[in-house]
C-alpha cells in the first residue's frame, strides 16, 4: 500500500513563494513517476508538472516558468517550489504517483493521490 501526504500549503500574496511537499510511504519511490495536479471549486483536476523516475520535467502552460517540481529520492519526497504566485493559482494541490505514466497531465495515469493541501493566493 502507497500512501502520499502533501504539506507546505498556505495562504500568500500575490506575487508570493510556497514550497509544496509530498511524503512517500510504503513503497519504491525511485520507480515512480509523479505529478502535481490542483483543483479549484468548480472545476477539473488540472495536471500542472510531472516528474518520471529519471528526473525529467514536463510543465503545464499556466505555470512554466513559475514553478519546478522536482524529487529527493533518498527522502522519498517530491517537491513544487511555486514562485510569482497568482490568485488564479488558488486551489487545492495533490500530488500523485504511477507506475507507468505516458502523459503526466492525465489523472487517469495515475494510482496513487494524496489528500491535498490549500493554496490561497490573494491579490
Known amino acids: 500500500q502507497v500512501q502520499l501526504a502533501e504539506s507546505g500549503g498556505d495562504s500568500v500574496q500575490s506575487g508570493g513563494s510556497l514550497r509544496l511537499s509530498c511524503v512517500v510511504i510504503?513503497?519504491?519511490?525511485?520507480?515512480?513517476?509523479m505529478g502535481w495536479f490542483r483543483q479549484a471549486p468548480g472545476k477539473e483536476r488540472e495536471g500542472i508538472a510531472g516528474?518520471?523516475?529519471?528526473?525529467?520535467?514536463r510543465y503545464a502552460d499556466s505555470v512554466k516558468g513559475r514553478f519546478t517540481i522536482s524529487r529527493d529520492n533518498p527522502k522519498n519526497t517530491l517537491y513544487l517550489q511555486m514562485d510569482a504566485l497568482k490568485p488564479e493559482d488558488t486551489s487545492v494541490y495533490y500530488c500523485?504517483?504511477?507506475?507507468?505514466?505516458?502523459?503526466?497531465?492525465?489523472?487517469?495515469?495515475?494510482?496513487?493521490w494524496g489528500q491535498g493541501t490549500q493554496v490561497t493566493v490573494s491579490s
Open positions: 500523485a504517483a504511477g507506475r507507468w505514466v505516458v502523459e503526466p497531465f492525465l489523472p487517469n495515469e495515475y494510482n496513487y
Open positions: 516528474i518520471d523516475s529519471d528526473g525529467r520535467t
Open positions: 510504503g513503497s519504491s519511490f525511485s520507480r515512480y513517476s
